[in-house]
């Protein structure tokens, strides 16, 4: 595990993330971007093809520095170099340089959002000292020691494998920005010291924290979930929305190549069973067929939703259309995440049941990131994701580059679609855009939503958390005991 947040989208390198390193503009409570090491919002020219963005003045690195226009530059060269998200904005960028010691200045090709680019919060663009970076490169960030950002904690320890420790930044000062939550209200934190422990097994999660060796357990499954209400010494805080569940669609092969077989396998599917067999309990999911959950802004949309309403009659007559053969589909699933391989059981079923002859194909999580960038090895298989990604070109599924590259989003209609998203110059433009990317989405249906779910984090009532408005945990909002 690396935790160079600006190289890795994986879920345990963000936690660390956000509360060690700082973005320029941030999500608040509603997954706005506002201003976080940017004093204000950035001016832009006529044409969208240059921005200003204004710094914060006083605002002090963990290692003593006082960052700089020059920090910036160079933190966002390095993004541009190492996340998929920095180099997709850097195909557009013609320039970036520092006019003052509080002034970045950036060129574009041709316009983009910058700002919703700058924040969202997976393999971000995280500002780190111009000194840190000349020493490290591009390569992975090996020693969390050498991560010096600005944010309310500060790394002091890694035990690879076993845990990380973060202290408080004691120097730490918020931004000034409006926000009663999400990332972008950031603040001093009240506890001194944070150590996180790996504990990959959720049981062994569970039963720890229920007996008192840890004070919280994150992610707990939601078998659990009853015994959680009984239990006298720890409360069950479900965070909503937390992933989405998706069945990615291979469409680069036989038979998933074929719209008509892809829209047949989101009509066989009953979303209800699948959420129940995943997640037990109706109030840890929402049956919502839209790509993005509800309360994201101009992000969340019900227009251009199609085939999440199960009809088999329909299902089967565009399969037998389709000149579907009945050659074997195989759905690829791995254990190790419950709700996934659950879901991928009572899915293959109804699939069956509609015409499809399915192989659940189950293997170990290493196995899986592996044969998932190799397209010639499945046909099918449920994938849950954060829902961080606040740039539509930058979520997974319709970046042209996951789970392999060439899949859905780089080419045709769609990217179209994503283009207008960044020559719209307001939000009202945003949510027409963004009703026009759903439409194109659920006509081509390269993969097929299952619902949004919650998570699960088990908190000793002796810990008071605070208001948790992101879908992970922020210790710097939690309280003293």
């Given at each position: 595990?690396?935790?160079?947040?600006?190289?890795?989208?994986?879920?345990?390198?963000?936690?660390?993330?956000?509360?060690?390193?700082?973005?320029?503009?941030?999500?608040?409570?509603?997954?706005?971007?506002?201003?976080?090491?940017?004093?204000?919002?950035?001016?832009?020219?006529?044409?969208?093809?240059?921005?200003?963005?204004?710094?914060?003045q006083?605002?002090k690195?963990h290692?003593?520095?006082?960052?700089?226009?020059?920090?910036?530059?160079?933190?966002?060269?390095?993004?541009?170099q190492?996340?998929?998200?920095?180099?997709?904005?850097?195909?557009?960028v013609?320039?970036?340089r520092?006019?003052?010691?509080?002034?970045?200045?950036?060129?574009?090709?041709?316009?983009?959002?910058?700002?919703?680019?700058l924040?969202?919060?997976?393999?971000?663009?995280?500002?780190?000292?111009?000194?840190?970076?000349?020493?490290?490169?591009?390569?992975?960030?090996?020693?969390?020691?050498?991560?010096?950002?600005?944010?309310?904690?500060?790394?002091?320890?890694?035990?690879?494998?076993?845990?990380?420790?973060?202290e408080?930044?004691?120097?730490y000062?918020?931004?000034?920005?409006?926000?009663?939550?999400?990332?972008?209200?950031?603040?001093?934190?009240?506890?001194q010291?944070?150590?996180?422990?790996?504990?990959?097994d959720?049981?062994?999660?569970?039963?720890?924290?229920?007996?008192?060796?840890?004070?919280?357990?994150?992610?707990?499954?939601?078998?659990?979930?009853?015994?959680?209400?009984?239990?006298?010494?720890?409360?069950?805080?479900?965070?909503?929305?937390?992933?989405?569940?998706?069945?990615?669609?291979?469409?680069?092969?036989?038979?998933?190549?074929?719209?008509?077989?892809?829209?047949?396998?989101?009509?066989?599917?009953?979303?209800?069973?699948?959420?129940?067999?995943?997640h037990?309990?109706p109030?840890?999911?929402?049956?919502?067929?839209?790509?993005?959950?509800?309360?994201?802004g101009?992000?969340?949309?019900?227009?251009?939703?199609?085939?999440?309403?199960?009809?088999?009659?329909?299902?089967?007559?565009?399969?037998?259309n389709?000149?579907?053969?009945?050659?074997?589909?195989?759905?690829?699933?791995q254990?190790?995440?419950?709700?996934?391989?659950?879901?991928s059981?009572?899915?293959?079923?109804q699939?069956?049941a509609?015409?499809?002859?399915?192989?659940?194909?189950?293997?170990?999580?290493?196995?899986?990131?592996?044969?998932?960038?190799?397209p010639?090895?499945?046909?099918?298989?449920i994938?849950?994701?954060?829902?961080?990604y606040?740039?539509?070109?930058?979520?997974?599924?319709?970046?042209?580059?996951?789970?392999?590259?060439?899949?859905?989003?780089?080419?045709?209609?769609?990217?179209?679609?994503?283009?207008?998203?960044?020559?719209?110059?307001?939000?009202?433009?945003?949510?027409?855009?963004?009703?026009?990317?759903?439409?194109?989405?659920?006509?081509?249906?390269?993969?097929?939503?299952?619902?949004?779910?919650?998570?699960?984090?088990?908190?000793?009532?002796?810990?008071?958390?605070g208001n948790?408005?992101?879908?992970?945990?922020?210790?710097?909002?939690?309280?003293?005991?």
């Open positions: 595990m690396t935790f160079d947040w600006q190289q890795s989208t994986s879920s345990g390198t963000q936690l660390a993330g956000i509360q060690v390193l700082e973005t320029l503009y941030s999500l608040n409570e509603a997954y706005t971007p506002v201003p976080q090491l940017a004093s204000a919002m950035p001016s832009v020219s006529a044409d969208g093809l240059a921005y200003q963005v204004p710094l914060r006083n605002v690195f290692n003593g520095a006082m960052m700089t226009a020059e920090d910036v530059v160079a933190s966002l060269q390095r993004w541009a190492v996340s998929s998200n920095g180099k997709a904005m850097f195909d557009r013609g320039g970036i520092a006019i003052s010691a509080s002034e970045v200045h950036i060129t574009l090709s041709s316009p983009y959002d910058v700002v919703r680019a924040a969202v919060p997976i393999s971000p663009a995280a500002i780190m000292p111009v000194q840190v970076i000349s020493v490290l490169g591009n390569d992975p960030i090996g020693d969390v020691t050498q991560i010096v950002g600005s944010g309310p904690y500060k790394f002091v320890e890694w035990r690879k494998g076993q845990r990380y420790a973060l408080r930044f004691a120097d000062r918020p931004a000034d920005n409006g926000a009663t939550g999400g990332l972008a209200a950031a603040r001093p934190a009240t506890w010291r944070v150590e996180v422990n790996f504990v990959t959720a049981t062994t999660r569970f039963h720890s924290t229920l007996a008192g060796q840890y004070d919280v357990g994150l992610k707990i499954p939601g078998d659990f979930y009853s015994t959680l209400q009984r239990a006298e010494n720890v409360t069950a805080k479900v965070v909503s929305p937390f992933y989405s569940n998706f069945m990615l669609t291979n469409t680069g092969k036989p038979p998933f190549g074929n719209q008509q077989v892809r829209q047949a396998a989101a009509l066989a599917l009953d979303r209800k069973p699948l959420a129940d067999a995943a037990g309990w109030n840890l999911y929402t049956l919502n067929g839209a790509i993005y959950p509800a309360g994201m101009v992000l969340s949309t019900q227009i251009g939703v199609a085939g999440y309403s199960q009809d088999i009659s329909e299902a089967r007559s565009l399969l037998k389709s000149g579907y053969d009945g050659r074997p589909v195989t759905l690829l699933t254990k190790e995440v419950a709700e996934a391989y659950n879901s059981i009572a899915a293959a079923q699939l069956e509609a015409g499809f002859n399915v192989n659940v194909d189950v293997v170990e999580a290493a196995v899986m990131t592996a044969r998932r960038k190799k010639e090895t499945w046909d099918l298989v994938a849950g994701l954060g829902v961080g606040v740039l539509p070109s930058s979520h997974l599924l319709l970046s042209g580059s996951w789970p392999f590259a060439g899949w859905y989003g780089h080419d045709g209609l769609i990217k179209a679609q994503l283009d207008r998203w960044d020559v719209a110059s307001s939000d009202a433009e945003r949510s027409l855009v963004m009703d026009g990317i759903q439409r194109q989405f659920y006509s081509d249906m390269p993969a097929i939503k299952l619902n949004d779910y919650a998570a699960i984090d088990v908190v000793s009532k002796s810990i008071d958390l948790q408005t992101f879908y992970w945990p922020t210790w710097w909002s939690a309280k003293a005991p």
